[in-house]
Structure formats: C-alpha cells, structure tokens
C-alpha cells in the first residue's frame, strides 16, 4: 500500500488473542494436555461432557492465568464466575462451551508496544479463563469425503485476550503480538507455539475515512480469523483495510457516521 492511499483512511484494529496455558492437565479435569498423543486417548467423561459429571477447576491454570493478566497491567476482578457459550458443533460434544461473558476475572489492562513513532499504548479490554473445543479434521486429499474429530484438546484452558481498537497498522498488530508472546514466553505462561495452536489470533478491522464535509464515515467490522503467523496478521490488516477502501470507493456508502 502506498502511503498516499494509507493517509485517506484511519485503520483501526482489534484483536483477541487465544493462549494455551501451560499445565500438564485440562481445565475441568485430570486428562493430559500433552500435544500429539493418539486421537481422543486423552479424553474422560468430564472432558466430553457425559452427563452428571462434575467438572473441578484447575488451580494452577488459575494462577498462571492470573500472571498474564498481571503482566498486562489489568486489574483482577473481587467477583467473577463462569457462564455457558452454547453452540452446536461436531468437535464440542456437550453443546456449549465453559468461558466468562459479563463478568471476567480481570479487564483495563494495556500493553506498550515500541514502534518506529515512539512508544505506543495498546489498551486491553479483558483478559479471560474458558475451555478450548475439540479439532475437526477433514480429508482433503479423499476429496472431503471424510471428517474425523479428535477431542483430545476439548477442554484445554486458554486465557482470552481482548485489545481494545487501539491498534492503527498491520505493523503495530505484529508489535502488539510480539510483545504479548514474550512476556507470555518469559513468565512460563503459554509455550506459544502457533503451530501447535497454542496462541491463535483473529483481527477485527475497519477504516474510518474523513469524508469532504469532515465527518467521519466508519466501514463494518470485519473479523480476520484463523491466522497462523504474525507475518499472516501483519499482512492481512493491510489488506484488508485496503479493501474496504476500495469497496466504500465503488458504492460509495457510508455505513456508519461518526459525526
Ligand atoms: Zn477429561
């Protein structure tokens, strides 16, 4: 993108970052977070949500979600409790997924990020403890013919992680994301390992444009998912954000005014 074309529009990015936390066990039961065992050999009926179970919080998942959430300058809630995200799918067999919605056990934290304009302050909403799904695994070369569903990682606890839409480039993103995982590395809270899934990132990115009139027009959030290198994020955002400019250039909506 050149700059010409980035002076028009404001990028304005959120994003939610998903770390695996380091325990050995999952967060509700004793089964084993180790990667690569055999499909579904680490699985109980707690974990697979047989009913009449009874799901025990683990303490140490706990207390190194709580580190992070110290790190990132957020303030620990005196009351939080867990609710029920219900959806249907093949790799969640109890139909709902154990997370935090109103009430997380930490929020108003940030993160400073060092960038070729000096010291940036990214802030962060919320930081919060929930369950991660199982993993569907579709046969691409039998022509999607087959689809296997491995639940070993059903239950794994993940610290969410919410910026706040502070972040105004791809570059930044990439800064805020190399950031987090050194911190997260360095405290022995999350191995971080992307290829193994343990820290996942979805972007959410719009533009605001300074119309004639000087009003400020707002393109619709669009949610990046599933990206597997901060490289990926980094070039993503830019894309992106160009391609909403190009977009409210040809039908010329404004889809939401910012006064
Ligand atoms: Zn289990």
Redesign the pocket.
């Known amino acids: 993108m050149d700059n010409a074309v980035e002076e028009k529009f404001k990028i304005v990015v959120g994003l939610e970052v998903h770390v695996q936390l380091l325990t050995k066990t999952?967060l509700f039961?004793?089964?084993s977070t180790k990667f690569g065992l055999a499909p579904n050999s680490?699985?109980?009926p707690?974990?697979?949500g047989m009913p009449g179970v009874l799901p025990v919080m683990n303490k140490h998942a706990f207390e190194l979600a709580m580190k992070a959430a110290l790190a990132i300058n957020c303030t620990i809630a005196t009351y939080t409790k867990w609710d029920r995200k219900n959806y249907y799918y093949p790799d969640l067999p109890k139909n709902f997924q154990i997370s935090q919605y109103d009430l997380p056990f930490s929020s108003e934290g940030h993160l400073e990020i060092e960038t070729s304009q000096g010291t940036r302050k990214i802030g962060i909403f919320r930081a919060h403890l929930e369950e991660d799904a199982g993993k569907s695994m579709h046969d691409e070369s039998g022509g999607g013919s087959d689809s296997k569903v491995d639940l070993n990682r059903t239950?794994t606890p993940l610290l969410e992680i919410v910026s706040k839409p502070d972040i105004r480039s791809g570059e930044e993103a990439r800064l805020y994301l190399e950031e987090l995982k050194l911190l997260l590395k360095e405290l022995e809270i999350s191995d971080c390992e992307m290829q193994e899934g343990s820290l996942r990132c979805d972007a959410n990115v719009n533009i605001h444009i300074t119309m004639p009139d000087g009003t400020i027009a707002a393109t619709p959030i669009v949610e990046v998912k599933n990206l597997n290198s901060f490289r990926a994020v980094e070039k993503s955002i830019k894309y992106e954000a160009q391609r909403q400019y190009d977009q409210f250039q040809k039908d010329g909506k404004v889809y939401r005014g910012l006064g």
């Open positions: 999952k039961c004793g089964c680490s699985t109980c707690v974990c697979i239950g």
